[in-house]
């Protein structure tokens, strides 16, 4: 037992991998047994990423330390806290469910499709658990790789460009971040994280502008992941080409690796450069949410409209973390698995609609809620809580965010207000006009509601949904301490941060 | 039994109606869904009433109670709990609510009988009855915002019950969209509030600002009129109504409960419970007044000339709700919450009797095809009548008469009270006057204009839809009766029952209002106000009665003033033109083709890559090479390599 909680964290990164290589192993066998294997493979993990994240306050982190090269010293440095251990759990979540999916409709070469989603997932949660700057980007790049070939081969017809459009926009950032992690060793001597950090601490190695350049280096990076407007190009291609599990998975965790970087790296490392650069990026996260609510209005294609309302949950996602204030932060972090759920679900619902009528042009549908009203239903309460609706999982990372940007600018605020009400705009309108009114055309009326599976995938999504909204405390209190501890070192160490809350009048308040 | 679980027993039982109904009801048969229906409701009312029974009993009362069930959200120095507030408002509307509510489920048994849907319907009313509970009793901002926001979704399904009418579909969304346009003042006045006092829990807030130094006067004033835009949303206000005439496409015992008993009036409500945050900002709480006087009096204007009887009635609705925000606006809550009360009998029975109208028509609703209707529907004719007389003020035997004096007493004497919004207020009491009996007449009385075929099988209602209908009657009339006027040597004992909620509040106003020069004193206050329902009535007796002409030609005289107000002051055409399409335009050809597709993806990104390519062109003849197979092969050297590492050092 002791090793296997030594291991955890290496286990739960490997057992997909491993799953794969059985896959591998089983040769040209029917699919059926490669998707069983990767289910199982899928679902292990699950587990163990549960374990991670029930866990990981009591056993330190789970903590692994192993030296990797000698010269340069890299590690193979793993731990977890309570924002990476919160990734790997909606991991370990959603790809059971991507395996689920794609049940039924990945049926040329299932068994290497099979092989490429594990992969992928060994390579996602290598990226939320490694404390080595190197070992980080290791694995950030090797997820690269399962990706552009799930979207390359198994998706729509555009598939080859968005593939190419999507490596080459991402590799463009991580050439920008390893120089940074270069720089950085140069100057710390280390590609440990913590050691990184104590350093540039304790001795204020970073002259300021060092530290604007190699903020902007690793932020570029995490923006084009996000992606931050105007990086956001690659996004609705990869999105809409890549078959449905490759867009849970992209839309679900991939987004959330660029907020996840800029909470872990950019605030951290650069604190007076994020405090210099957070108007900018605010003002970019603001542009984000508005735009990609305006473009996803005027989408005729369901996937794409999905794929800009991504642009617009995750633009509130870099606000709240720029706001650097513990209400906003935890809200967007909330935010990151929320919308991994939400946007994963609405994902998986476009996709079975794309399954049986072979389009997801929005004008060839209408009045789906007669012959598909089961369907009909989970569309509604996903599309609810992707509105950011109360009791649901979006409202509490939306609430806590827009609560909280106040505190730096009411105008943030406003804005970010003025996003959720587009939010109910564009959602609201698709809506109704894919499920409301006459059936117009033959093929609609004898749609297939769901079947069995899908009702499985899709009352599962609807429990976590429904349950992160009514009782979300159990997620955030994990999160609370670190989130609340990393903001205080933050805001003392950078006295630049200006109040314009009314709130420190002595008189008022606690 | 103790408070919180009887109010955990209030709350509950329509949520699991809902889901009950929601998941099984396909399978139920229709009197299984209405019996969970129904008796979830009920249940509801019966908790409300013994929670209203034990609480006036304890000790604390009249001290809020509260209750924290558990901790909803923590993060940082943001703390929501799930909590409960209760003190005599809360337990006015709770009762309000759940009389209402339980009568119109009642109703629904047989109104919505052959309507198709049943269970959804079941489903959504139990709903909506459970996000009302949540938004009355709930103990702070965010809990408020969660049963806000909902009755908000189960207004958006119930409007769009019949959904496969466009219609339908465009006024559930319209309502949800506007609504959330308010909302969103709610979100930010709700920031602006945590961050001033540091806790969105009522009490904790309530005694905050109490304490507040008078520089926060500012603040507090910003923070007053952003809830009130979540109020304006919600309560259908100026400029923001526009979705409540439109929701009168969702089924009848919908826009009686939804949008004319409870949830239209949440933000009055929304301005009630915080009365102390608007005493602090005054410029807030005239802004209320005017807007709502204003609103009272411009709904009212339409609604002379609607022929859609329910149309008639929903303008009716906002101008009754501006009424309310009058009284709070002037100063006078408890008048203000008083007028809601009793709106809420007189309004939804309005709204329940015209269903009965429509359910005997078949369907119609135009006012101009009916006529002479009291001869077959007597019941239905007769509650309508009562209801009428409530809302047009008759003295003595129409409880609105009672509330709307206080409130233009208010208007006028209150701490903020302005002689020009008395007799604005005054004028839009005989409006209301007339257009009620105008419907009533062109409705119920005069020579039949029925098409023969809808003429045919005029029915009254079967008794599950009447016994409501005379239960409401009963309590129009006795509503006004709880707070006897001082005019006529009573007590006005509904305001002193409320005097402890607003008491600070009202002390805060007292002490910054100027003395009031001019004063008519409450017996000229009511004088006009009878003199106004006189006026208002006589007219429409006269006009749509003995000499129906005269409509007619004052239709032709003033024809450009009629079609104005026919065509409700081209509100939506407004918006749609000035609002929704430049938005759909720049949103598709500008944001889209040309700065996504065209400057940022065309010039920028692909531009780069093409750019990049003529390069490689000449660079290739170097490599030669699969990149995918180099990258595996990478993969699987750094796998191999790690897996070496591991089990060498484990």
Redesign the interface.
Known sequence: MDWLNEHTLTIVIFLPLLGAVVIALLGRTRASSARAVALLFSLLTFLVSMRVYLGFETCHGFEEMVPWMGSPPVNYHLAVDGLSAFMILLTGFLTPLCVLVSWKSITERANEFFIFLLALQTGMIGVFASLDLLLFFFFWEVMLIPMYFLIGIWGHERRVYASIKFVLYTMLGSALMLTGIIYLYNVTGSFDLPRVMDHLVNYSALSPVAERWLFLAFFIAFAIKVPVFPFHTWLPDAHVEAPTAGSVILAGVLLKMGTYGMLRFCLPLFPDAANAFAPVICFLAIVGIIYGALVAMVQPDLKKLVAYSSVAHLGFCVLGIFIMRPEAVEGAIYQMFSHGVSTGALFMLVGMLYDRRHTRLIKEFGGLATSMPIYSTFFLIVTLSSLGLPIMNGFVGEFLIIVGSFYRHASYTVFASIGVVLAAVYLLWAYQRVFYGEITKEKNRNIADCDLREKLILTIMVIVIIGMGVYPQPFLRRLDRGVTTMMFRLNRKSLLLTDRAPARHPGVGR | MNLEILLLLMVLPPLVGAALNGILGRRFSQATVSLVGCGASGLSMIFALLSAWIYTKSASQPEPFTWSY?????????RADYAFYYDRLTLIMTLTVTVVAFLIHLYSRGYMEHEGGYYRFFTYLNLFLFMMLTLVTAGNY?LM??G???VG?CS?LLI?FY????SA??AG?KA??VT??G???F??G???L?????SLDFKVVFN?VV???LE?QG?MTAIGILLFVGAAGKSAQLPLYVWLPDAMEGPTPVSALIHAATMVTAGVYLVARSSIIFAHGPAALAIVAIVGCLTAFFAATIALTQNDLKRMLAYSTISQLGYMFLGCGAGVFAAGIFHLMTHAFFKSLLFLAAGSVMHAMSGELDMRKMGGLRHKLKITHATFLIATIAISGVPLIGSGFFSKDEILAGAMEGPLGKPWLYWLGTITAALTAFYMFRGLCMTFYGKSRVEPRAAHHLHESGYEMTVPLMVLAFFSVVAGWVSWPTAWNGSEAFDRYLEPVFAPANAVLRSGAAEQSASLGPGAIMGFSILAAGIGIALALWWYLKSTEIPEELAERFADFYRILIHKYYVDEAYNWLIVRP??T???KF??RD??AGA??GI??NGT?EGTADLGGVLRKIQSGNI?SY??WV?LG??L??LY??TA??
């Open positions: 558990f901790k909803w959200i923590q993060a940082g120095t943001l965010a915002f969660v806000w926001e909902g979704l958006y769009g959904f496969t009418k466009k579909s465009d969304k949800f969209i959330r346009i909302d969103a003042g979100t930010i709700v920031a602006m945590f961050w001033t006092v540091h905050q304490k507040l130094p926060f603040v938005l759909r720049v949103s598709e944001l889209w700065v996504d940022i993806d920028m990104v890559g995918p990258a595996a993969l750094a796998v390599w790690l590492i591991l050092n484990a």
